[in-house]
């Protein structure tokens, strides 16, 4: 009994020593809540997308940046219209109110400053071709796909470098296009992933982004996995199944910058991954909660140049802009 009693009061630390640790650890806390650092990556809240009324309670919606003239698009697909905001986060204008352009689902800027919107109207799809105050004046057709590509059907879009990439989700397949809709290449996902047929009908992609350096990227939530597709048809997957920091429950969108960092959504988790250029873990943030930073099922991702990942969620919280400062 006496070794016993000794070992218990040799667990505690003198009072003077915790004077020193607890305020230390609770100024700790507070820095972490809004600003997220590990491995030299932080990650720190913003805003919120906002009008003069307040922020603008969004629900999933699609995200594209104009780095040209630095704004941003917001596409809501339960809605037929498009908002755009500039960088600090206000609402500039909006159109698509008189349905001209059907439901737009995705939307994306050519480099001449078209707006390009990838629409449905019942049964069909459409890629309007918009000016800039997003009146349509034209529309890119589909040209030149191979048999294989017969009844492809777009439901997310991406412009970058002259190129379209599009995306079938009820086929597995991308197709990437010139700025006038003709045929470049395809990529059939259920067999450079080593899906097998049978199980296509079980199988969604829900994130679909291309990096700067022309990769593909997309995830798959059954699979608990995300992939990197090169433009000639190597693929690389990662992720693994979990509930620690760096692993998946859900994953939905995912963006690259260009450092080679891969930024990840979990809706499950309410958190967004970020892994290095070798797929190595290196930060999770955002979690339920009620402070501004926290996220509700973040889905949709965009990030600009500038290092503003803006961040899409359920629970009307709209969209949420953090600014990531990867090391140097």
């Given at each position: 009994?006496?070794?016993?009693?000794?070992?218990?009061?040799?667990?505690?630390?003198?009072?003077?020593?915790?004077?020193?640790?607890?305020?230390?650890?609770?100024?700790?806390?507070?820095?972490?809540?809004?600003?997220?650092?590990?491995?030299?990556?932080?990650?720190?809240?913003?805003?919120?997308?906002?009008?003069?009324?307040?922020?603008?309670?969004?629900?999933?919606?699609?995200?594209?940046?104009?780095?040209?003239?630095?704004?941003?698009?917001?596409?809501?697909?339960?809605?037929?219209?498009?908002?755009?905001?500039?960088?600090?986060?206000?609402?500039?204008?909006?159109?698509?109110?008189?349905?001209?352009?059907?439901?737009?689902?995705?939307?994306?800027?050519?480099?001449?400053?078209?707006?390009?919107?990838?629409?449905?109207?019942?049964?069909?799809?459409?890629?309007?071709?918009?000016?800039?105050?997003?009146?349509?004046?034209?529309?890119?057709?589909?040209?030149?796909?191979?048999?294989?590509?017969?009844?492809?059907?777009?439901?997310?879009?991406?412009?970058?470098?002259?190129?379209?990439?599009?995306?079938?989700?009820?086929?597995?397949?991308?197709?990437?296009?010139?700025?006038?809709g003709v045929f470049q290449n395809g990529y059939d996902i259920m067999t450079l992933a080593g899906i097998e047929e049978n199980k296509r009908d079980s199988i969604d992609i829900d994130g679909f982004s291309v990096a700067p350096q022309g990769n593909i990227l997309f995830t798959i939530p059954v699979k608990f996995a995300a992939?990197?597709?090169?433009?000639?048809g190597k693929i690389i997957k990662f992720g693994s199944p979990g509930g620690a920091p760096g692993r998946f429950n859900n994953v939905a969108g995912i963006v690259a910058d260009d450092r080679g960092y891969y930024y990840v959504a979990d809706k499950l988790k309410s958190a967004v991954i970020i892994f290095d250029k070798n797929?190595?873990?290196?930060?999770?943030?955002?979690?339920?909660?009620?402070?501004?930073?926290?996220?509700?099922?973040?889905?949709?991702?965009?990030?600009?140049?500038?290092?503003?990942?803006?961040?899409?969620?359920?629970?009307?919280?709209?969209?949420?802009?953090?600014?990531?400062?990867?090391?140097?």
């Amino acid at each position: 009994m006496k070794n016993r009693q000794n070992n218990y009061k040799s667990s505690f630390l003198p009072r003077n020593i915790i004077l020193i640790i607890i305020p230390t650890i609770c100024i700790a806390f507070l820095a972490l809540s809004s600003n997220h650092v590990i491995a030299g990556v932080e990650a720190s809240y913003l805003h919120r997308l906002s009008n003069f009324s307040g922020p603008i309670p969004f629900n999933w919606v699609n995200i594209s940046i104009d780095e040209a003239r630095k704004e941003i698009y917001v596409v809501d697909s339960q809605k037929t219209n498009i908002t755009v905001f500039n960088e600090q986060g206000m609402e500039v204008y909006r159109f698509g109110d008189d349905e001209s352009l059907g439901r737009p689902i995705a939307v994306s800027l050519d480099s001449d400053g078209n707006i390009l919107v990838l629409s449905k109207n019942g049964s069909s799809t459409a890629i309007i071709k918009c000016n800039f105050r997003g009146e349509p004046i034209a529309e890119v057709d589909l040209k030149n796909f191979p048999p294989d590509f017969f009844g492809f059907s777009p439901s997310r879009m991406v412009y970058r470098q002259e190129l379209l990439y599009l995306l079938d989700s009820g086929s597995l397949k991308i197709a990437v296009t010139d700025a006038n809709g003709v045929f470049q290449n395809g990529y059939d996902i259920m067999t450079l992933a080593g899906i097998e047929e049978n199980k296509r009908d079980s199988i969604d992609i829900d994130g679909f982004s291309v990096a700067p350096q022309g990769n593909i990227l997309f995830t798959i939530p059954v699979k608990f996995a995300a992939f990197v597709l090169s433009p000639d048809g190597k693929i690389i997957k990662f992720g693994s199944p979990g509930g620690a920091p760096g692993r998946f429950n859900n994953v939905a969108g995912i963006v690259a910058d260009d450092r080679g960092y891969y930024y990840v959504a979990d809706k499950l988790k309410s958190a967004v991954i970020i892994f290095d250029k070798n797929f190595q873990f290196e930060l999770e943030f955002g979690y339920r909660g009620t402070r501004p930073e926290n996220l509700n099922g973040p889905r949709n991702m965009a990030l600009d140049s500038q290092g503003r990942l803006y961040v899409s969620q359920l629970g009307n919280k709209g969209v949420s802009v953090f600014k990531i400062t990867p090391e140097p």
